[in-house]
């Protein structure tokens, strides 16, 4: 029988000898061994007369500096100290992030007249508090280095908005009448719609054209014919007990997904009592996000996603006649996709990513049958962040080229970048009369225009936005605007002759249709206010699903490589690539940071001559690839070996590859795939059905974490069981538990008392604790970026990643798991993976605080593995000895702690000097301690929310709560963060906190701790992850290590290391 | 100047609003302190007049106390119903308004009265209050170190000469037996009394260096001067103005904020001229103008007190900042003075009777800590401790007396470093 394989790398797989040797090496670099050579120590390069000067200076320095007088530091007040405002305590407003068109309800935590935080808004329904990373990571765009500060006419410099208004106002009046065309991402904001109808009326033959780079043309214009409604229906991932997914990421990057994870992780959470949960079955080309948390995943062609639409359809009754599929597996997945749709009577929900209409004409015809209108999807509410549409952009590229559009005014895209021809949108653009952009940077398309006027961040702005019909949620300024901005909306009222304020628009807009003052009030307060609109109903019209049918029946098969270009997790379209936070989030799949590359499957690496199997992982040089599609300039890329993709397809990331003027984090990272996009029809399409590649002889540098931080072969830290196990034997854990208690718990049964030499620590008040389900974690990220933001984590840049030197407190684990036959053979396209936060597991009876030869870490009567970064000299024991691999050292002054410059100069990437500027330093919270070189960090479970929690508590008199009845003084980062709330923290002395009753009631089933046997009495619990697939899971096999637990093969003793 | 609402602002009053009613029913005299010091100390005194009249005995000019109530509450009413007293108030303090306080129950404003009326009397330390610290006796015990040095220094020299007379006894007595004797050496030669002078040197010179590397950065006894002499003598000292009326924040934020000047123009509208006081000496015993001082004051205000009014031109005060914390330690005010009820005085010396601000403790990690191995924590008055069930059973079977601070906690690292 098939067994199921967890590793992390190509070397854990094939347990090669270069792997085992990596894991002997717990830092991967050699000392610096320069000065010791043959030559003698009066020979080597610091000899020992520099050792005598240094030594020298460094004591003349210290005397020096012990005999400098103190400086004298000024407290200065106010002159009249605002009402509200009190120093050191964070204030936290209401508002909105927007993103192009996507707009996700936000709160900002504002400290001292700084915004520092972002954390989702739990009073929208929509998001439920959930954030997603880019959203986290915005706040360090509003202090980017590289924003624009000023506006600029023609090169220089306008001083005044005045007089830049009058030169607009000018040039507007000068364009001969022809049309004015304003060139926008989509908008949802209601307020802004109107000023844009107002000012179009004001120059009549005007228009507005919405532009999305990752469009949903396709969708919107296929809803159309079937609907008779341009517009994307809600889908209700909580509410479908089955879904299946044609190549929609939707938890990572499709349309909504903030949304859509938070109720697909409804679906997947599991009620002890009653096992259940919705089964996912996912069909696409690459591995995505959202395909590596499927029960059930199969691959195919890009060039076939009609065709197994087609079959999807063929199979449910659909009376047409679907092509031939490549591929039993394949098949049988369609007919197992089929069988457990029409299974669901209605609760089923069928997405598909595909942008080509007729696509998602036969899904829509899919829904249609399956039931799913009315149940699944509604159409009570539509989506409104995507309603570009593609061919209109490819109107606009004709008239500017033809000289039919006197002006240009761009605000919130970059088409010269991202629109799939560029340079011809770039020699169009030059030829307009007037071009104005209200980018905030000099990026590709601004440094054309003739004007630019900055617009401000979106934590800087008034605003609304409405990204669904009926879910509004405003925005409001958390600070003046840092630069000489100006809202875009105000320009636009300016130069259409209103001289009303946008702020004052905005307001007199809401309060009208808010009803009062009183309203408007409360909607900034709260910052969404959501009505629930009519029921509506829209009648599918089946009339061109035969048409639909007919063109996807002839849709030419792919040569013998197929091209995806795809939006990655943490970069999107592209537009936040100059924040240093995104561009170093390890990707949730490849774990690469600072690049995009070309992924390619196992025995496309085979074919072309690059050994996997043994130094592949452990060497950050890539081979290069040349990839070159007819008519279109050729792309030279590294590669990387991604199992799960199909074996005849690249996958490749769009986002990358800025320029200059972009800013020092994104300027040369990666490259622009953009051109790449071809327009099919009059949509754009992602993926390119012939593409040549060729392996050229260069080798490129890849930094990504996936080899970091191993744990030598022990496999039990991650737990996996089918639902059809865990139901018959839903004890499994505890009887490894049992067996722990039975082996090592001597005569009282006690395994936390009688496993180990070392005494307990009494926790007399608090004792903090957190739990991660498994289940409801699909590995977006969003934690590590809100743990990055909260705790001052540094920026360390490609080159130090490359070797081994990130930073991140909390990692994401991503675990493939593929099966292996009977004949020993691992299929590597037949895979899931297991995503697992890792994260300080705050041991109660810890290896680190053992060895630390000067007690810098150590353990609180609260639980927490304290660090004490003053008394750390930097010896990393503690690091080498923590099983887990969560300690983190400084290796250099990565944030300007120290007060020697020298442990920067020469050092540190462009990205992370960029981090040192005093403007990136204003997101610095001011409660974490900045690191200074030599020193080791790790998750402090974020303490000092922890003593803000209890100090409010106190202060009011009460005990602390930690979630019961959902009250809460105290949650950490990563929990606040998580849209799927798969991260709970608390009081685990509190029987009533959230965490108590998970582990003690709720989940005992499917409770464990990370390698329990070691008995280091971690305070993080994991609850096991649960596959809905009727495939055997949970079998750990492996050459190398034992297994720890086993659905089938009883219980064997358990790892000893 | 954009207008933010907070969230949490938003509800705040409204809970200190609900705290102020469930305490509404047992008003005591102490609160009827706070309360004072709470809403009513910014205008007035309980024996002078300010912008407002002395209250001590004020209420007894009430003949109908309802009304006197109703004044608190809402004085503007009281005016217009015509009430005698209340007109003849409004008209002799210049026709300025009272703040109202309609969140003041009858039972409140009469234990406010109560307190200033028994004010002088026998006054109870209260949090923020100025009072006398029983940990500012130790402070003061004489210093023994001096006195032990001398005995040191005269056993030493008696052992020097117990020894010489030891050596030429020696020497006598081996002259007597006719022994050879080698040339004496002068004790200043002698390897053994210049070893042992050396060791020493060295101990002390070590002891010494060791405590000026400790001392870096701390600035025991810093008081610099200051843009304007304010004394606290006069302020929190002579006219009992409570802490938290220019240092609010104390009960709320890490910080206990320096007032900004808006606060200080709230009495020194009024008050321009130093003349009742004391006489104030800066450190170097000059003696100071207040009036010339105060004058300052309304130049950064901005303030013409002949006119009565702003120029507009004002500008913050740049004082010198005197305690300074290193980056990485974390102190809040409000955990201390809020929830651990200790008194300013405990770390800031006794400042009701400091001119200018002088640094009363050294700031060192060791006085911090020490403090928190002696300081006992609220545990049976706050709620929050209700948790440590154990320390609870301890008490009660009084196998421990107290609880400090340690013993919650409060001296491992990550309480102030993080």
Request: proline share 4%; net charge neutral; hydrophobic share 35%.
């Amino acid at each position: 029988m098939e067994q199921k394989k967890y590793w992390q790398n190509f070397g854990e797989l094939h347990n090669s000898k270069a792997y085992q040797e990596s894991l002997g090496n717990e830092f991967e670099e050699e000392l610096n061994a320069q000065d010791a050579d043959d030559k003698g120590i009066l020979d080597a390069k610091s000899p020992r007369r520099d050792f005598l000067k240094y030594l020298g200076f460094s004591t003349a320095a210290a005397t020096l500096a012990a005999s400098c007088e103190m400086p004298v530091k000024k407290s200065i007040p106010f002159l009249n100290k605002p009402e509200n405002y009190i120093p050191g305590v964070a204030d936290y407003y209401a508002t909105t992030f927007v993103n192009g068109g996507d707009a996700i309800p936000v709160i900002a935590k504002v400290r001292d007249g700084r915004p520092i935080k972002i954390e989702g808004n739990e009073l929208s329904t929509m998001t439920r508090g959930g954030t997603g990373a880019i959203a986290q990571a915005s706040v360090l765009d509003l202090y980017d280095t590289a924003r624009l500060r000023f506006p600029m006419g023609n090169g220089k410099e306008v001083t005044t908005f005045e007089a830049f208004d009058k030169m607009v106002s000018d040039a507007l009046a000068g364009t001969g009448g022809l049309p004015v065309v304003l060139l926008t991402s989509t908008i949802t904001s209601p307020s802004t719609k109107q000023i844009i109808a107002e000012f179009i009326a004001k120059f009549p033959g005007s228009r507005h054209v919405q532009y999305d780079a990752l469009s949903a043309s396709g969708i919107l214009q296929a809803n159309e014919t079937s609907f008779g409604k341009r517009a994307i229906p809600s889908y209700d991932f909580g509410k479908a007990k089955v879904i299946v997914s044609l190549g929609a990421d939707f938890l990572g990057t499709w349309l909504n997904s903030v949304e859509y994870a938070n109720g697909y992780g409804d679906g997947r959470k599991i009620n002890q009592a009653n096992p259940e949960m919705s089964k996912h079955i996912h069909f696409e080309s690459i591995l995505s996000l959202t395909g590596a948390n499927a029960d059930d995943r199969y691959v195919h062609r890009p060039s076939e996603e009609g065709a197994v639409a087609l079959a999807l359809f063929a199979k449910l009754g659909g009376s047409v006649s679907a092509p031939a599929l490549e591929g039993d597996r394949l098949k049988k997945g369609i007919d197992m996709a089929a069988a457990a749709l029409s299974a669901a009577g209605g609760q089923a929900l069928v997405v598909s990513g595909s942008t080509n209409p007729d696509v998602q004409v036969i899904v829509n015809a899919i829904n249609d049958k399956i039931g799913a209108y009315g149940n699944t999807i509604s159409w009570n509410s539509t989506l409104n962040t995507r309603q570009g549409k593609d061919s209109d952009m490819v109107q606009l590229v004709d008239d500017m080229n033809g000289g039919r559009v006197g002006a240009v005014l761009v605000c919130g895209v970059n088409p010269v970048y991202d629109y799939f021809d560029g340079k011809k949108f770039a020699e169009a653009f030059k030829k307009v009369k007037l071009t104005v952009s209200f980018n905030d940077r000099e990026d590709e398309t601004s440094e054309l225009a003739k004007f630019i006027l900055p617009d401000n961040h979106y934590l800087e702005s008034w605003g609304d936005a409405e990204p669904k019909s009926g879910f509004l949620s405003f925005m409001q300024p958390t600070i003046l605007p840092l630069f000489k901005t100006r809202q875009f909306q105000t320009s636009l009222l300016k130069w259409s002759g209103n001289n009303t304020d946008y702020e004052d628009y905005l307001k007199n807009y809401w309060v009208t249709r808010l009803g009062g003052q009183s309203a408007w009030d409360k909607a900034l307060q709260d910052g969404v206010v959501e009505t629930a609109g009519a029921a509506v109903s829209a009648a599918f019209n089946a009339a061109a699903v035969t048409d639909a049918a007919g063109k996807l029946a002839s849709v030419k098969k792919g040569g013998k490589a197929e091209l995806v270009l795809y939006p990655k997790v943490s970069m999107g379209s592209g537009r936040s690539a100059n924040n240093p936070w995104l561009q170093e989030m390890p990707d949730p799949i490849t774990k690469a940071t600072w690049d995009n590359y070309a992924i390619i499957s196992f025995a496309m690496a085979k074919e072309l001559n690059i050994k996997v199997d043994d130094n592949y992982e452990v060497e950050v040089k890539k081979p290069v690839i040349k990839l070159t599609v007819a008519g279109k300039e050729p792309i030279t890329i590294p590669i990387l070996v991604v199992p799960g993709v199909h074996s005849n397809v690249i996958g490749l990331a769009v986002g990358y590859g800025r320029s200059e003027k972009t800013g020092r984090a994104a300027a040369n990272v990666g490259k622009n795939a953009y051109p790449l996009v071809s327009l099919a029809g009059n949509n754009f399409s992602y993926s390119v059905a012939d593409v040549a590649y060729e392996k050229l002889p260069d080798l490129y540098e890849v930094a990504y974490t996936q080899t970091h931080n191993q744990y030598e072969g022990r496999v039990e830290v991650v737990r996996e069981y089918s639902l059809k196990e865990f139901k018959a034997k839903p004890k499994v854990l505890a009887e490894v538990r049992e067996k722990l208690v039975e082996d090592y718990g001597g005569q009282s049964k006690d395994y936390r008392e009688n496993g180990t030499l070392y005494p307990n620590y009494p926790y007399p008040g608090v004792k903090w604790g957190m739990s991660i389900d498994l289940n409801s974690c699909f590995g977006c990220g969003a934690c590590t970026i809100a743990c990055t933001a909260e705790n001052n984590v540094p920026v360390v840049g490609k080159h130090e990643i490359a070797r081994a030197h990130e930073m991140h407190w909390l990692r994401i684990d991503r675990y493939y798991a593929t099966y292996r036959d009977d004949s020993g053979n691992d299929n590597l396209d037949d895979l899931n993976v297991v995503f697992m936060p890792m994260l300080c597991q705050h041991c109660d009876n810890a290896p680190c605080e053992n060895v630390c030869p000067v007690n810098a870490t150590n353990h609180s009567s609260e639980g927490l593995n304290q660090m004490t970064y003053n008394r750390c000299i930097g010896t990393r024991y503690c690091a080498n000895n923590c099983p887990y691999k969560v300690r983190r050292f400084n290796w250099a002054d990565y944030m300007g702690a120290d007060s020697f410059p020298d442990n920067q100069n020469g050092k540190l990437s462009d990205a992370t000097l960029m981090m040192n500027d005093d403007l990136s330093r204003m997101v610095l919270n001011p409660d974490v301690t900045v690191r200074s070189r030599g020193v080791i960090e790790k998750c402090s479970f974020c303490v000092q929310r922890l003593q803000e929690g209890k100090l409010k508590a106190k202060r009011e008199n009460r005990a602390i709560e930690t979630g019961r009845d959902n009250k809460w003084d105290v949650k950490t980062a990563c929990q606040q963060a998580c849209p799927t709330n798969a991260i709970v923290f608390g009081n685990v002395n509190d029987k009533n906190s959230v965490v108590s009753k998970i582990r003690n009631e709720e989940q005992t089933n499917r409770l464990y701790y990370s390698l329990e046997q070691l008995h280091v009495l971690p305070s993080v619990s994991y609850l096991a992850k649960i596959r809905n697939t009727d495939r055997q899971v949970g079998v750990v096999a492996g050459e190398h290590h034992a297994p720890a637990t086993e659905v089938t093969g009883g219980h064997e003793e358990p790892a000893k290391h | 100047m954009i207008y933010h609402r907070s969230i949490v602002r938003s509800f705040l009053p409204g809970l200190l609003l609900l705290i102020s009613f469930s305490f509404a029913n047992s008003v005591l005299a102490q609160d009827g302190k706070a309360l004072f010091q709470q809403k009513c100390a910014s205008c007035h005194a309980p024996e002078k007049v300010l912008i407002g009249p002395a209250l001590k005995g004020a209420d007894a000019n009430w003949e109908d106390r309802a009304q006197l109530h109703n004044w608190v509450r809402n004085s503007a009413a009281v005016i217009k119903s015509g009430y005698p007293r209340a007109v003849a108030v409004f008209n002799q303090f210049n026709k300025i308004q009272m703040t109202a306080f309609p969140e003041l129950s009858d039972a409140q404003i009469d234990a406010i009265f109560t307190y200033v009326n028994n004010f002088g009397a026998a006054t109870t330390p209260g949090p923020g209050g100025p009072a006398e610290d029983p940990n500012l006796k130790k402070a003061s015990d004489s210093d023994n170190t001096l006195l032990y040095g001398i005995l040191t220094i005269i056993l030493a020299v008696i052992a020097l000469i117990l020894l010489q007379v030891n050596s030429n006894l020696r020497k006598l007595s081996e002259e007597k037996d006719g022994q050879t004797i080698p040339e004496p050496v002068p004790f200043y030669r002698n390897k053994a009394y210049i070893a042992t002078a050396a060791i020493i040197l060295f101990m002390i010179a070590g002891w010494l260096i060791f405590k000026g590397a400790e001392g870096l950065g701390r600035e025991k006894n810093y008081q610099p001067k200051q843009p304007i002499f304010y004394s606290h003598t006069v302020h929190a000292g002579v006219n009992q103005i409570s802490c938290l009326y220019c240092h609010g924040n104390t009960m709320e934020g890490k910080q206990a904020n320096i007032p900004s000047v808006n606060i200080c123009m709230n009495c020194h509208m009024g008050i321009t001229e130093y003349t009742k006081g004391p006489k104030l000496y800066n450190a170097e015993g000059k003696e100071i103008d207040g009036t010339a001082e105060i004058k300052k004051l309304h130049e950064y205000a901005g303030y013409d007190p002949a006119t009565k009014k702003y120029n507009g031109k004002g500008k913050p005060i740049e004082w010198v900042r005197i305690h300074n914390l290193p980056d990485h330690v974390y102190f809040n005010h409000s955990q201390h003075v809020n929830a651990g009820k200790v008194q300013c005085q405990t770390c800031h010396g006794e400042i009701q009777k400091m001119g200018e601000v002088k640094q009363f403790a050294d700031l060192s990690m060791g006085w911090c800590v020490n403090c928190h191995r002696e300081t006992k924590v609220q545990f049976a008055d706050n709620k929050f401790y209700s948790i440590y069930e154990k320390f609870h059973e301890d008490l009660k079977n009084k196998k421990i007396d107290s609880v400090t601070v340690e013993m919650i906690g409060g001296t491992e690292c990550q309480k102030c470093h993080y």
